[in-house]
């Protein structure tokens, strides 16, 4: 009689591991959390390279309006940009906030972020970086200077932080 107790404890405890290595399979989105949209890269490097896709916004009229969109990443840092003034710029760099590191940024006044979100990795390994995106559009025809610092808020910047900075120049269409 004990055998068999002793045999069914086993085999419950077997099935149990068995469900919590398993895991959850379920690879449907969450509701209300959308998908990222795709930004072009290289399928060799992964780096993102400029695309003469044009996004569709919709204006309150409902009048279709295209704005092109300059697609950047760290590769551009320190770098000098031209755009027509109503154009954007996407930034992204990769972030993993699981480790205590975000993106601080600092901008020149007349520049909007659209967006300023972060995307998760597709991965379910933990600690895996994901990604930190910025949409800019310069305000009018100037100069302006986007610069972020990679830094532990709680620590403050140090000399050792990772910089990224860009100057968009925004000229008449």
């Not at 149990?16 to 290289?42: E, R």
Request: overall charge negative.
């Amino acid at each position: 009689m004990k055998t068999r107790h002793i045999i069914a404890i086993i085999g419950c405890v077997l099935i149990l591991a068995a469900g919590l290595i398993a895991g959850c399979t379920d690879s449907a989105t969450p509701a209300g959390k959308a998908t990222p949209p795709s930004v072009p890269t290289d399928n060799v490097t992964g780096v993102i390279t400029p695309s003469a896709t044009l996004p569709t916004v919709t204006t309150p009229s409902t009048a279709p309006v295209t704005t092109a969109t300059l697609y950047l990443n760290s590769t551009s840092n320190g770098e000098i940009v031209t755009i027509p003034a109503g154009e954007r710029v996407l930034v992204r760099l990769p972030e993993n906030p699981t480790t205590g590191y975000t993106w601080n940024v600092t901008s020149s006044r007349g520049i909007a972020i659209i967006s300023d979100t972060y995307t998760a990795p597709d991965a379910s390994l933990a600690g895996a970086p994901g990604y930190h995106e910025w949409i800019l559009a310069p305000e009018t025809v100037d100069t302006y200077l986007f610069k972020t610092v990679y830094l532990r808020p709680w620590v403050g910047a140090t000399s050792t932080d990772d910089t990224y900075s860009l100057v968009i120049q925004a000229t008449k269409d």
